[in-house]
Structures are given as structure tokens and as C-alpha cells.
């Protein structure tokens, strides 16, 4: 039940999209998909992320923008959705304190929107800089607002996924 919950809440996050005159919208799946990642861990955080790439590459539309087959998945943004997976393990394998948490997800934020960029840089052939300008740069002011909102309220999370799974919480300490 967690997994099928848990890739809705990322179809849903990705629905809510902003458009960018770059061509990346801004959506809130780099908020959920972390926060999944950090209050389930990493096998429930990849899972959810996997289960949502493949209803995806099905067709099913799941992606920015209700779109969904395996063209979106190897067009421009396929980077930043073949990122999530990196994005849900790197925050899932965080110990279990708020430090820990903070940089684990910082440091996946930044690889996801760092291979987005690569990806897009690379299938668009422009320039690394003009890749950056259009999906690294616009994003890193609300990469921190999440990053603040993940520490804030994984733990919370995590105590709603423990209490529906019967396991013991994480106990994320200060």
C-alpha cells in the first residue's frame, strides 16, 4: 500500500507544474520524492520512483505535463526523471539525524539537477553552460526551500508511514 501511495503522491507532484521559459518545468517531485525516500527509506523511495518511471514508459500519463511514453524518457527531460532514482537512494540511505538527512539530500538535489542538465546538454547538443542556465540555475532557490521543507517534515512523514506500516519509527534526532 506504501508503494502504490507513494508513486500517486509523485504522479501527483508531478502534475503540479510550473513552465519555464528554459523548457524544465518547475514541479514538486523533487519535494516528494526525497521525502518518501527519507520517512520509508531507500528501498520504498526507489520502488516508488521505479513503479512511476515504468507506468511512464508505458504511456501512461504520469509526467510533467500529463505526458507519459518512452520518448519522454529519452527526450530533454529524461535526465531529471532518470534522476529521481539517484534523488530517492541517495536521501534513502541517510541515518537517522537531521544532519545526516540534510546533507544526503543536498548533495542527491544537486546530482539530480546536475544530470538533468548533462542529459539535457547532451540530447539538445548545446553547451553544458546553456543547459545550466535553463535547468540548474532557476531551480537552486527552490531546491533550498525544499531541502528546508524535507528536514522539516520527513520525520512527521515518516511517523504517518511507520504507524500504516507497523514498524518501528526512524527517529530522526536534531
Known amino acids: ?5 507513494s508513486t500517486a503522491l509523485i504522479i501527483i507532484a508531478s502534475q503540479l ?15 516528494v520524492i526525497p521525502l518518501i525516500a527519507a520517512a520509508g527509506g531507500w528501498r520504498l523511495g526507489t520502488g516508488a520512483v521505479s513503479l512511476y518511471l515504468l507506468l511512464g514508459a508505458c504511456g501512461l500519463p504520469v509526467f510533467s505535463g500529463a505526458s507519459g511514453g518512452i520518448a519522454v524518457l529519452f527526450g530533454p527531460n529524461g535526465g531529471f526523471l532518470w534522476g529521481f532514482l539517484l534523488l530517492a537512494l541517495i ?7 537531521r544532519l ?8 542527491a538535489l544537486i ?3 546536475l544530470l538533468g542538465a548533462a542529459w539535457l546538454a547532451w540530447i539538445s547538443r548545446l553547451p553544458f553552460a546553456a543547459a545550466a542556465n535553463a ?5 537552486l532557490p527552490t531546491t533550498l526551500a525544499k531541502l528546508l521543507l524535507l528536514v522539516a517534515l520527513a520525520p512527521r512523514l515518516q511517523a504517518i508511514f511507520a504507524a500504516y506500516a507497523g514498524k518501528v519509527s ?5
Open 135 to 139: 535547468a540548474i540555475w532557476p531551480f
Open 91 to 97: 536521501t534513502g540511505l541517510a541515518k537517522n539525524t
Open 100 to 107: 545526516s538527512l540534510t546533507l544526503a539530500a543536498a548533495l
Open 1 to 5: 500500500c506504501l508503494l502504490a501511495l
Open 170 to 174: 526512524r527517529g530522526y534526532q536534531k
Open 17 to 31: 507544474a510550473i513552465p519555464l521559459p528554459g523548457g524544465v518545468p518547475f514541479t514538486l517531485q523533487t519535494l
Open 111 to 113: 546530482l539530480q539537477l
